[in-house]
């Protein structure tokens, strides 16, 4: 090997370290980030999660009673799926609702 093509290659091994560097370094930043997140629990970063296990968030009620957020508006505005608000500092009230009453609804439409 040539004095200049040997230099090459050892920028070459140098330019692959430092990008290895890099990839290790981005993925660290992202786990940091995310851990403070958790530990923050900011409301602005993370909803919370509902205090009681009987209450689930609109999500979760339609992914469980396998059905539309409209089919959900009508199940609570007849009254057959309870909903209440939980606050959330600088946002809207989270509507949460009944995951009983979920339940019911999908156990009556099937």
């Given at each position: 090997m040539s004095p200049s093509n040997q230099s090459l290659a050892k920028l070459l091994d140098k330019l692959r370290e430092i990008e290895t560097?890099?990839?290790?370094?981005?993925?660290?930043?992202?786990?940091?980030?995310?851990r403070a997140m958790h530990l923050i629990g900011s409301p602005a970063i993370l909803p919370p999660r509902p205090s009681e296990g009987q209450?689930?968030?609109?999500?979760?009620a339609i992914r469980l009673g396998r059905m539309s957020v409209r089919t959900l508006?009508?199940?609570?505005k007849s009254g057959k799926v309870r909903r209440k608000h939980q606050q959330?500092?600088?946002r809207k009230p989270m509507p949460l609702f009944s995951r009983d009453d979920i339940s019911a609804q999908r156990s009556a439409d099937f």
């Open positions: 560097q890099q990839r290790g370094l981005a993925n660290d930043a992202a786990a940091v980030i995310e209450w689930i968030t609109q999500e979760e508006s009508r199940y609570v959330v500092p600088g």
